[in-house]
Every structure is written in C-alpha cells, then in structure tokens.
C-alpha cells in the first residue's frame, strides 16, 4: 500500500521560506508523478506544483500561476521523496499543504481528482 507523510510545514513570516518534504513508501517512486496542492481554511483544495515521472530523478515541472518564481518543486529518487521549496511566503499562502501522486497525464496535473493517493496534509503558516 502506498503512503505519503508530509513534514516541513510552520509558522513563518512573511518574506520567509520554508522547504516541505512527502516521504513515500509502497511502490517505485520514479514512476509516478507527484503534486502538491494546498487548502486554506473555507476555500476548494487548489492546485500549487507537479513534477513527472522520471527515472532520472529531474523530472518536468508545473507550477500554479500564483506561486511560479517563488516555490520549486523537485524530487530525489534515491529518498523516495519529493520536496516544495517556498521562498518569498505571503500571508495568503496559508494552508494546509497535501502532497499526492498518482499515475497522472501531465494534462491533467492540475486537477486534484487526477490523484488517488494523499498524504495526511502539513500546515504552512505566513504571519504578515
């Protein structure tokens, strides 16, 4: 069975960064691809990063018109572990963050229905 546990989430300032990491275990990690996405307190679950499948461990990236130049996504297959570096925080991007994966289209990265398997959620706090 595949698992995902997040960590890497606090309390922040705003300018600040903070580095969220999604172990996985259950399955070969390089085949999957893998996506974050993040939910603020009455707002719909929304799309922030994915990056694909690949056996290099490089992988194509795709990012949320609102967090691009600001958060990196990238993966390490030797740790089966994906990570989501946040640089420049605001205060609205508060949330709970999830990471997910699944055996997505590129064209569908976007779309959290696309990923049947999520982690337990990490929250990331931004103080103004």
């Known amino acids: 069975q595949v698992q995902l546990v997040e960590s890497g989430g606090g309390l922040v300032q705003a300018g600040g960064s903070l580095r969220l990491s999604c172990a996985t275990s259950?399955?070969?990690?390089?085949?999957?691809?893998m996506g974050w996405f993040r939910q603020a307190p009455g707002k719909e679950r929304e799309f922030v990063a994915a990056i694909s499948w690949s056996w290099s461990g490089i992988g194509d990236t795709y990012y949320a018109n609102s967090v691009k130049g600001r958060f990196t996504i990238s993966r390490d297959n030797a740790k089966n572990t994906v990570y989501l570096q946040m640089n420049s925080l605001k205060p609205e991007d508060t949330a709970v963050y999830y990471c997910?994966?699944?055996?997505?289209?590129?064209?569908?990265?976007?779309?959290?229905?696309?990923?049947?398997?999520w982690g337990q959620g990490t929250q990331v706090t931004v103080s103004s």
């Open positions: 997910a994966t699944d055996n997505t289209p590129a064209s569908a990265y976007m779309d959290s229905r696309a990923f049947k398997t």
């Open positions: 259950g399955r070969t990690f390089s085949t999957y691809a």
